[in-house]
């Protein structure tokens, strides 16, 4: 029997003798190989097709009834915090890197908080909800914005949480990557070069190892420490939660008005506690043994 060359575009017909036995059990492997391949060419083809944000059903997650909002488990783990190997545009707050550990694992917010999730909050509290920035996209997933760091700490506590710390936030968002991103900087993030003048509803960029949106870029997320331009230099290498007191909140992760360089895992952003800007978010985390 002769052999037929297979390709992904056509199916190649044999002229054959009379076949002999053995030629049967050819025949029939060679037609399981080929079921096989087709098989595999389809899956890939489906994989092509799907689209690149949907929420991950591969991780631990959890949903919190008050505010309907997925969180993700994180794992207790090591890491080396602060400016990424070989990052040349690391800021002087970001140095020295240095090996951090976190003893306990908690739940973090798949999505940064959405509208939706903070008009639950704002419906059985005094909060006001604040004005997302106007555009045509459904605000009801849009990112909270406008939130000053006591208003989102606010949230996230009546959520059953609290903020999470820069070393639990930085963590989540490496989701083991040691590099600067976790991938392509378009791919992963809203930023200037993309934004269309607005911030966007989550979960539309490729999530990080975690199974993470939006970690980088959207928006700035509020955590819960207090910012020191050295604390790097005193920071402790056990669950560190930051200065003990200070003037400015720190920011992480960038947002859609930024250039490249503050989307990076390690950059570090400050504000007074009390600024309202149309991008500023948050993130909450759970920890164990509170729910």
Not at 9 to 26: I, T
Request: aromatic fraction near 10%.
């Amino acid at each position: 029997m002769k052999k037929c060359s297979v390709t992904h575009n056509q199916v190649r017909r044999c002229k054959a003798r009379r076949p002999k036995a053995a030629d049967f059990l050819l025949t029939i492997t060679s037609f399981v190989a080929l079921a096989l391949c087709v098989m595999n060419l389809g899956a890939v083809a489906q994989q092509k097709a799907a689209p690149h944000a949907t929420l991950s059903t591969a991780h631990k997650t959890r949903k919190n009834p008050k505010d309907g909002m997925a969180y993700v488990w994180i794992p207790p783990g090591s890491f080396m915090m602060g400016c990424s190997p070989s990052d040349t545009e690391c800021f002087s707050d970001e140095k020295p890197s240095h090996q951090v550990t976190l003893s306990r694992g908690y739940w973090i917010g798949q999505t940064e908080v959405t509208v939706a999730a903070f008009e639950r909050f704002a419906g059985i509290s005094d909060a006001k909800t604040p004005q997302a920035l106007p555009t045509t996209n459904p605000v009801s997933a849009m990112p909270i914005v406008d939130v000053t760091w006591d208003e989102a700490d606010q949230y996230c506590r009546w959520s059953g949480g609290r903020l999470p710390t820069e070393a639990q936030w930085e963590f989540a968002a490496r989701a083991g990557a040691l590099g600067v991103r976790y991938e392509d900087i378009g791919g992963m993030a809203w930023y200037e070069a993309n934004n269309g003048n607005s911030s966007h509803p989550t979960a539309q960029k490729r999530e990080n190892a975690y199974g993470l949106f939006d970690m980088l870029g959207n928006v700035w997320e509020w955590v819960a420490d207090w910012y020191g331009s050295d604390y790097y230099s005193t920071s402790s290498g056990l669950d560190p939660s930051g200065p003990t007191s200070g003037t400015m909140r720190v920011l992480r992760g960038g947002s859609w008005l930024n250039p490249p360089r503050l989307i990076r895992f390690s950059d570090r952003g400050r504000s007074d506690p009390d600024a309202r800007f149309n991008y500023f978010g948050m993130r909450c985390i759970w920890e164990p043994g509170n729910h």
